[in-house]
């Protein structure tokens, strides 16, 4: 599984790039969810993808009996959708806030302090 | 001695603080510590002349191999003699030259600093300490020259002596590291003793040119030479003692240490010599064309130090011995002059020789010591400085390289140099009385103690000049010359030495005849002298402020998706080259894939790429929660429970607030050229193929051991938790999730505060206009 998740999250990292470098700001912050997903995921499939075994630990049992999948991984991943999700709300109120004094949706013309 | 070099640093910072309890008799109390040192560095002679070494160790940070061990030996005891006794001589001048001046607990300050700093260069047996004093050395002067801040001359002045020297600092910290890797230590005594392996390395080249043009910038060398005298807006006794005595012969001490490490080699010779005497030609020619006494001075401090570095380039025992005498009498009778100089310009108001004249009736005593210092500077006898250019004369009738040359560069930077001495020392005194600015008398005992003693010692060394034997063998012994059993005597009979000085003084005195119309004659020259190094280094910095302004406008231009596509070129080539040419492409992988994860994955695929082609915001919004579901759909598929409920909970979460808000946003409109997307394509694909293929040779490589089984087998013991994900979150790495939380609470907060205060309050609040956006 691991070879078909590398190429799609290359096509994800691929579309995140070209979201972040057009010069809507909308477009900028879709750019950025892409982006924060595209790095989660690569996060978690690079520590190896295990079918059907969560890492818990059965009740009563001091350990699993078998190999489960790698929760350090899992860990830092659930951190990281949890702020992105922090990073994207406070850009999306940004955002509207930029519109709301500038009205442009336009990067170029808020490449001054003084518009 | 350490303790003391550091202590006063202390000093120079309590400086303020004295100045504010004992006023003016600050300067005095100051000189105490000068005079103390030297006073301790006198006990050590008679040990150092029989040639014992003193080795103060210090351990700085022995990991490192540095430390801050002092070496004190016959060359650093000579340097640390000068410094101290000069230092003590000009601490107590400038306390009656700087009289009442605002700004004097500053010029405390900074000297003292200096002072510390000079002996810690000159006593350092470690590259590193050496390389610090070095660098500081480079500050102080700055501040020193720059001492008069409200003068833009000056100002412009500090910096081109600070950005010539410490230029040539950032080479000879290179060429210290070379010197450390070709020598194997960083420490100057272990060096010297491995000049045949160093001379043999590979290195040898490269770290001599680094540490050479370090040396020379640091001692005004051609043709780097143009900073010293502009080093002349600096006050008087710093001139005397930063850019005549002490600082410029900086670069010399080093080349002079190093030169049984790095000297005798062929390069080594030919451009010591050459450098030296061109330098010496030039200083003394260019000297002449000035009326100024301080610039005059400083052009013959020039040409001095390029016939030090000339001997150093000789480099037979009888052009090291020269090189000691002529060293120890240039300070002597420079320091002297420049402090006289400082007499001159406080008591008539002016430093141009040609306004001053018949002076010596008003200051019979200046004008005696300046004619003994004068003596000396012209190189006639019974001086020292006579001793000095006889044996310079000698050894460059002895050099072994391009004799002719030398001697052609050397006689008449010689004949010249007496001229100027004449003009410095004969103008101002003699003659028809002139009117000057200020009504002129003798200066205040405290300014001329440092001339009386550096004059009365010029002549006494000159009589007996057997007293130098002992430190001038030690110094040889250290500098590559052992047991050269030199013994120094004014009359050495009538030679050829004496020959080119009796001819000397007969030019030098036709020189100064005819010296008000040779200038006019030489201002002709004055076209071709803007075209010297000097317009070369105003050109550099030219260039430099345009090229900073381009790279500035081509890098800095505000527009971010530059920013971007810069940075992701720049790691693409970097991490793309490491990559392909030292990694190596190696991947091998089998693919084992279900029907319905290919789905997901496709599902994933066909999000992405639909929320960058959609037009419409909405649909957009709804393409990206199409991935977001298929990641977490993921999730599920392998093993991550809690992942997956995160995810969808926060797909969800960012769906509604995306169409929330966006709602109120304009339509995507085409703002780039199909030019530009095609380039953001092409960059964003070639970022996204190097990810994939990155991804795929991390898979392929060897994993280490994994850090988590030491969780997953603990979990449960230790923590009581059989979710093990849980654990890690708020038990194992709990600090981490309270940075989580915080970041959170962060962004809430600026969330909060953008909703809650909208723009159209902003504009009411502030400048009192009505009327903010309909919906604000």
Known sequence: MEPLMAVTIGVLFATAIYMMLRRSIVKLVIGLMLLSNAANLLIFATAGMRRGAPPLVPEGLAAPESAVADPLPQALVLTAIVIAFGVLSFAVVLVRRAWEIVRADDLDRMKDTDT | ?776
């Open chain 2, 1 to 776: 001695m350490q303790l003391v070099v550091l202590g006063g640093f202390l000093l120079a910072g309590m400086a303020p603080l004295l100045h504010r309890w004992f006023g003016s008799r600050t300067p005095l109390l100051m000189a105490a510590l000068p005079a103390g040192i030297a006073a301790w560095l006198l006990a050590q002679w008679p040990a150092i002349v029989a040639g014992e070494a003193l080795r103060l160790e210090w351990a700085w940070a022995p990991g490192l191999d540095i430390s801050l061990t002092f070496l004190i030996d016959g060359l650093s005891l000579m340097f640390a003699l000068l410094i101290s006794v000069i230092g003590a001589l000009v601490l107590a001048y400038s306390g009656e030259y700087l009289r009442g001046h605002r700004d004097l607990p500053r010029f405390l300050v900074v000297i003292t600093a200096f002072m510390m700093s000079m002996l810690g260069l000159v006593l350092a047996d470690n590259l590193v300490a050496l390389f610090v004093f070095w660098e500081l050395t480079s500050i102080t002067s700055y501040l020193l020259i720059g001492f008069n801040h409200t003068d833009a001359t000056a100002r412009k002045a500090a910096q081109q002596g600070l950005l010539v020297t410490v230029g040539g600092g950032l080479a000879l910290l290179a060429g210290f590291v070379m010197l450390a890797q070709a020598g194997d230590s960083w420490s100057l005594q272990a060096l010297v003793e491995r000049g045949d392996a160093l001379r043999q390395h590979e290195l040898y080249t490269p770290l001599l040119i680094c540490v050479l043009l370090g040396a020379f910038t640091k001692s005004a060398q051609f043709p780097f030479h143009f900073w010293l005298p502009n080093a002349m807006a600096a006050p008087s006794p710093v001139s005397a003692y930063l850019h005549s005595a002490t600082m410029v012969k900086a670069g010399i001490y080093l080349l002079a240490r190093l030169h049984p490490a790095l000297g005798g080699s062929e390069t080594w010779t030919l451009t010591l010599s050459l450098v030296g005497a061109l330098t010496m030609a030039t200083g003394a020619f260019l000297a002449i064309h000035h009326t100024s006494i301080k610039k005059l001075l400083a052009y013959s401090t020039v040409m001095a130090l390029g016939t030090l570095t000339l001997l150093l380039g000789i480099g037979t025992p009888g052009a090291l011995s020269a090189f000691v005498v002529f060293l120890l009498a240039h300070s002597l009778y420079k320091g002297a002059l420049f402090l006289i100089a400082g007499i001159l310009d406080h008591e008539t108001g002016t430093k141009d020789v040609t306004a001053m004249g018949g002076l010596r009736r008003v200051m019979p005593l200046t004008a005696t010591l300046s004619v003994v210092a004068g003596l000396s500077l012209a190189g006639l006898p019974p001086l020292l400085g006579f001793v000095g250019k006889e044996l310079m004369f000698a050894s460059v009738l002895d050099a072994t390289a391009w004799r002719w040359l030398l001697l052609a560069l050397a006689f008449p930077a010689a004949f010249l140099t007496l001229a100027v001495a004449a003009i410095v020392t004969l103008r101002p005194f003699f003659g028809a009385r002139r009117e000057t600015p200020r009504t002129p008398h003798e200066p205040p005992f405290a300014m001329l103690a440092g001339p009386l003693l550096l004059a009365s010692l010029s002549l006494w060394l000159g009589l007996a000049p057997g007293g130098l034997d002992g430190l001038t063998n030690a110094i040889l012994a250290g500098i590559g010359a052992p047991d050269a059993g030199v013994h120094l005597a004014l009359w050495h009979g009538v030679n050829l030495p004496l020959v080119l000085s009796v001819a000397s003084l007969l030019l030098g005195a036709l020189v100064y005849r005819h010296w008000d119309r040779l200038r006019l004659a030489l201002r002709r020259l004055d076209p071709l002298m803007a075209r010297g190094p000097e317009a070369g280094y105003a050109a550099l910095m030219a260039g430099l402020v345009s090229l900073s302004a381009w790279q500035t406008r081509f890098l800095q231009n505000g527009y971010m998706r530059n920013y971007l596509v810069m940075t992701l070129l720049v790691l693409l080539g970097l991490v793309g080259h490491a990559f392909f040419f030292r990694h190596g492409l190696a991947i091998e992988l089998g693919l084992s894939v279900h029907f319905h994860e290919a789905v997901v994955a496709g599902l994933m695929v066909a999000g992405a790429v639909t929320a960058c082609v959609m037009r419409a915001r909405l649909a957009a919004v709804a393409a990206v929660g199409v991935m977001g579901f298929s990641i977490a759909l993921t999730f599920v598929l392998f093993s991550a429970p809690d992942l997956a409920i995160t995810q969808l909970l926060v797909e969800t979460l960012t769906v509604v607030l995306l169409a929330l808000v966006l709602f109120r946003l304009p339509r995507f409109a085409t703002l780039s050229t199909p030019l530009e997307r095609l380039r953001d394509l092409v960059v964003a694909t070639l970022t996204g193929g190097l990810i994939t293929l990155l991804m795929l040779s991390v898979l392929s490589g060897e994993r280490l051991p994994r850090i988590s089984d030491w969780m997953v087998a603990n979990s449960q013991p230790l923590a009581h938790g059989h979710n093990i994900v849980n654990v890690i979150l708020v038990d194992f790495r709990a600090l981490d999730t309270l940075g989580e939380i915080f970041v959170l609470a962060l962004a809430a907060v600026g969330v909060y505060a953008m909703l809650r205060f909208h723009a159209g309050e902003y504009e009411a609040r502030d400048d009192g206009r009505t009327g903010g956006p309909p919906d604000g």
